[in-house]
């Protein structure tokens, strides 16, 4: 993965950037590190993520029932 110039290249800090890139970063970095704080981190980041992504899916599957679209 290239890594983008940044001012701050701490992996928690870039994970909670509102940049998606920067969160990319941020977890590759974790991923990198191999300690046990980056992993607790980084299933605690995934947890959000899958529930972010669970209510994607349902909010696309109520609309397209709705809208009577496949």
Known sequence: MEEPQHTNL???V?????ER???L???????????LAALEKLREHMQLINR???ELI???G???VKLGVK
Not at 14 to 18: R, V
Not at 25 to 35: A, K, P, S
């Open 62 to 64: 109520k609309l397209k």
């Open 21 to 23: 890139e920067e969160r």
């Open 25 to 35: 970063l941020g977890i590759h970095l974790l991923g990198e590190r191999g300690d």
């Open 14 to 18: 870039l994970l909670a950037s509102p």
């Open 52 to 54: 972010e992504l669970l």
């Open 58 to 60: 349902l909010a696309v």
């Open 10 to 12: 701490d992996p928690y």
